[in-house]
């Protein structure tokens, strides 16, 4: 029975979201102001494009879910990651992860006016997943993707370490790397902004 | 490809003269081989007396026109107040990246769909073309598209530059989770770029069966690299770091993946302890592009140009006003008035050289009326962000000058 719903479900969805993109002919039809086009009914698969072998899906399925899925064997502490952060991080983030000339990462002294507004990792992320995952695929900067996956779990603790989020001797790795608490997590709402009148 | 680019570089450059003084034309021999000749400036002002330019390979812009994007390390503007209409030119069209432009070979791109899916599939550029297409008018915007400066010297571009139009077209991506037998339990898929920053956003599979595209063409012709050369995801109406450039992959899921680009960045706090995330629909704003600093303005008859658009559906109505807010007139809409795209707007006027402020407002088919920045502030608790769309003024001094003013 739910299998059957879901079919119907998936059915009516397919069918509407291909009718929002019939540049309204069938609107026209129905007002009976243009003739029905003769152009032939969808089969059920096109049959264009090659199964994925899985082999080529690992290769470039590299995304972190916040509950882990997805993080590689490995596993580093802050120890190594600070000595890896000096060499390869800080001349774009600066000597602590604050002074830049790029993004901060780490939040640090807020209590001059200038930096009230910080938003670094300790304070504004809500998943240390997301560090894991975003250090992967994107930094260094001018070297996109040439860091190990050891490399990136003591990048990780390092920075995590330098918020203040963990001990400097934590082990992280795939089970332990999603469970480290991130503060900001409970500030986090969905928009909440409808049609209509009202600002938000 | 390069071939042409180059040639028409090298008649452009011939053919045009790089040199102010001195211009060259074009002479048609009796064997019909085109040859060129100097000849002086002046020589060439009756251009009734000269024979023109033959036919080319590429269209060429007015050597006398020079609308600019304006590129800092992370974005590109488009120039507003320099375009005419509705369709941004797609070389103005504005640019936001994370790690720069990829040269990405249309050969060897590939589209992989997998996750929650009974069919797992790669899909060539080719294979993408394959299938019926579709085309619509939207505009795309980036949400961080708010700038404001205190002396008023800042243009249209510099203020909200990071919108743009264009005609897309493509595969609906609806009837490619057709094709690879989307799971009725999915509610989310992860879309990546093959750019250096490999830059990922998770979307709402709602919004993917009702509208999304895989685009492959703007305006036209192929995607210009700098908007995803060769395939795209364009999602109408909704912030523009979501419709992910040089797509290269589809995850469907039944969660999102907090990425980085929907936590750190492309959030906004709102009120003293609330972060809003998954901000996805653009509000509804307009802006007055003439006059708009840096033009001057005489006394007299002044057609007030600008263009509204909202994320939320259609544009209803733009009002304008001319007394700083006190009162507000209908302007003309001009047609077509899109779904989720830019529309149009004027309103004539016979200014009487008296200092004033003009500005607009749009409203949009759900009611929406686009609001001050005060309002915007207080609604936000004080903080600026993503997602700004206030009412822009200019300020009109009396000796003509047009300068940006804060609502």
Known sequence: MIKKLSVITVLFVSLASYRSYTDGWQERVSEGLVAKPDTLEWPKSFGFGRPATEKEIAAIDIDIRPDGKGLPAGQGNAVTGKAIYAAKCSACHGATGIEGPNDRLVVGDTSSVKSRRVKAIGNYWPYATTVFDYVRRAMPFNEPGSLTDEEVYSLTAYLLHANGLIDSKKVLNAKTLPQVDMPAKKYYVPDDREDGPVIR | ?407
Request: with cysteine.
């Open chain 2, 1 to 407: 490809m390069m071939e042409i680019q180059k040639d028409n570089k090298f008649s452009r450059r011939k053919l045009l003269g790089g040199a102010a003084t001195a211009a060259v034309v074009l002479v048609q021999t009796a064997s019909g081989k085109a040859f060129q000749a100097g000849m002086t400036h002046k020589e060439i002002e009756d251009t009734t007396k000269i024979q023109g330019v033959l036919p080319g390979t590429l269209g060429t812009r007015s050597d006398f026109e020079k609308p600019v994007k304006a590129p800092s390390p992370t974005s590109s503007r488009t120039p507003l107040q320099d375009l005419y209409g509705t369709i941004t030119p797609s070389d103005l069209h504005y640019e936001r990246h994370h790690g720069g432009v990829p040269a990405i070979d249309p050969s060897k791109y590939e589209l992989v769909i997998h996750g929650m899916v009974d069919k797992p599939m790669v899909f060539t550029l080719a294979d993408l073309k394959r299938f019926p297409s579709v085309s619509r008018i939207a505009f795309l915007e980036c949400s961080g598209n708010y700038r404001g400066a205190n002396d008023g010297k800042i243009r249209p571009q510099d203020i909200c530059g990071l919108t743009s139009q264009s005609e897309w077209t493509g595969v609906a991506l609806s009837t490619l989770f057709r094709e690879v037998g989307v799971s009725s339990k999915a509610t989310w898929f992860l879309a990546e770029g093959g750019d250096a920053a490999v830059m990922t956003r998770s979307v709402p599979m709602t919004k993917g069966w009702k509208d999304a595209i895989i685009a492959y063409a703007q305006n036209g012709e192929a995607v210009r690299p700098e908007q995803g050369y060769p395939a795209r995801l364009f999602l109408p109406g909704w912030e523009g770091n979501t419709s992910v450039k040089w797509i290269r992959r589809i995850e469907v899921s039944d969660q999102p993946y907090m990425t980085r680009e929907e936590t750190s960045k492309y959030t906004e706090s709102v009120g003293p302890a609330k972060i809003r995330q998954f901000s996805f629909t653009m509000d509804t704003r307009s802006i007055i592009t003439y006059p708009s600093y840096p033009a001057s303005v005489e006394k007299g008859w002044i057609e007030i140009r600008g263009i509204a658009w909202s994320g939320r559906g259609k544009i209803v109505r733009v009002e304008v006003s001319t007394n700083a807010g006190k009162s507000w007139q209908l302007a003309a809409l001009q047609d077509p008035v899109l779904d989720k795209s830019i529309t149009a707007f004027r309103y004539l006027w016979n200014w009487d050289g008296e200092p004033t402020e003009i500005m607009s407002r749009a409203i949009d088919e759900t009611g929406y009326v686009q609001p001050f920045l005060k309002q915007l502030l207080e609604a936000r608790g004080g903080n600026m962000g993503y997602h700004f769309n206030p009412v822009t003024a200019w300020y009109l001094q009396k000796d003509g000058k047009v300068l940006f003013k804060a609502t």
